[in-house]
Nanobody, 126 residues
Framework: QVQLVESGGGLVHAGGSLRLSCSAS????????MGWFRQAPGHEREFVAG????????KYADSVKGRFTISRDNAKNTVYLQMNSLKSEDTAHYYC???????????????????WGQGTQVTVSS
């Protein structure tokens, strides 16, 4: 069983930075790929970034490549999303999620994840 809690969201100006954290409870956290998704009002939930179970491989949506960095610290049961050069288009509710299967590189579809946090709001003013 896994519980995920996101933090670090807030209001920033365009061009600014935020670092999101996802704290996980679960003895097998290190065996699962993790992902960050976001959902803006009126939009579908979309993949933002993913990281493999060991942290050696990462994936990013084209819209955030070069600006966002996902990382994990398995010893601390925490996943991070460093967001730089934020744009107004990044405004959304951000969720972290745990892969439904262990030992994978990080799926990009929401249905591949079965544990979700409540999310944290990121608002970027233009």
């Amino acid at each position: 069983q896994v519980q995920l809690v996101e933090s670090g969201g807030g209001l920033v100006h365009a061009g600014g930075s935020l670092r999101l954290s996802c704290s996980a409870s679960g003895r097998t956290f290190r065996d699962y790929a993790m992902g960050w998704f976001r959902q803006a009002p009126g939009h579908e939930r979309e993949f933002v970034a993913g990281i493999s179970w060991r942290g050696g491989s990462t994936k990013y949506a084209d819209s955030v490549k070069g600006r966002f960095t996902i990382s994990r610290d398995n010893a601390k049961n925490t996943v991070y999303l460093q967001m730089n050069s934020l744009k107004s288009e990044d405004t959304a509710h951000y969720y972290c999620a745990s892969d439904r299967r262990p030992l994978r590189f990080g799926p990009t579809r929401p249905y591949e994840y079965d544990y979700w946090g409540q999310g944290t709001q990121v608002t970027v003013s233009s």
